[in-house]
Nanobody, 123 residues
Framework: VQLQASGGGLVQPGGSLRLSCAAS????????IGWFRQAPGWERDFVSS????????YYADSVKGRFTISRNNAKNTVYLQIDSLKPEDTAVYYC?????????????????WGQGTLVTVSS
């Protein structure tokens, strides 16, 4: 499974971006997809995830109400719409995939990782 994250960039506070995670796998609909982020000097933190089958979504408290995760199985892609961006959202955003259910926020449960896309929030 290969994951390609894209959509990052430089945006002003209060702005929006839509990140995409494209997967090269035939059974994409069977995978749980998560988004994590890592700021310089910090550990990789959970942001959001979406389940394979019911589409159940999870969010870190810090992004609830501002971030929206969704998936289009026909396009093998998961999206992360990020609104009302804050400087503290600056990080490299990674998408990850797994086939087994489990704690959505645990990075250890994910089997495959994309290369990351940089989001910089600055005026």
């Amino acid at each position: 499974v290969q994951l390609q994250a894209s959509g990052g960039g430089l945006v002003q506070p209060g702005g929006s971006l839509r990140l995409s995670c494209a997967a090269s796998v035939r059974t994409f609909s069977s995978y749980y997809i998560g988004w994590f982020r890592q700021a310089p000097g910090w550990e990789r933190d959970f942001v959001s995830s979406i389940s394979c089958c019911s589409g159940t979504t999870y969010y870190a408290d810090s992004v609830k109400g501002r971030f929206t995760i969704s998936r289009n199985n026909a396009k093998n892609t998961v999206y992360l719409q990020i609104d009302s961006l804050k400087p503290e959202d600056t990080a490299v955003y990674y998408c990850a995939a797994k086939v087994k259910p489990g704690p959505p926020a645990s990075s250890h449960g994910y089997d495959y990782w994309g290369q990351g896309t940089l989001v910089t929030v600055s005026s």
